[in-house]
């Protein structure tokens, strides 16, 4: 993807559609709600929300569960951008931006090096969005390429 291109899908509708996503999660164990917003070239939007389970190691996050929603429904690449929302129940993206997990970062990886983009990622907090591009959250990333 080009870095000066103009994306498909603004800021402030991802973060949005991830604070709405966060308001869906199933965290009974944690309390801790997180919402996440993958956008498309085509402008749409797909949408998870972390869901814990009883055996802890079964925990889904919000990134892995909206990628499992786009590969669903077909989606390879042209993934631009994703916004990333958490916190306690009630009080979603107050203090601090929450960023992807690691194994959400590989797994972002995996969409985006289908269709050789770079996207922009956005971790939006209470007073600040933090903006970076998935290669600096996951530098080295091992992808598809990598295999053969």
Known sequence: MDRGAALSVDRDTLIAAARTAAGQAYAPYSGFHVGAALGFSDGSLVTGSNVENASYGLTLCAETVAV?????????????????????AGAVGVGAPVTPCGRCRQVLTELAQ?????????????????????????PHAFGPANLG
């Open 68 to 88: 499992g929603k786009a590969m669903s429904e077909g989606r390879r690449g042209a993934l631009e951008a994703v916004a990333v929302i958490g916190g306690k």
């Open 114 to 138: 289908l269709g050789g983009t770079d996207p922009l990622i956005w971790c939006a907090g209470e007073e600040e969005v933090l903006e970076l591009r998935l290669s600096a959250l996951l």
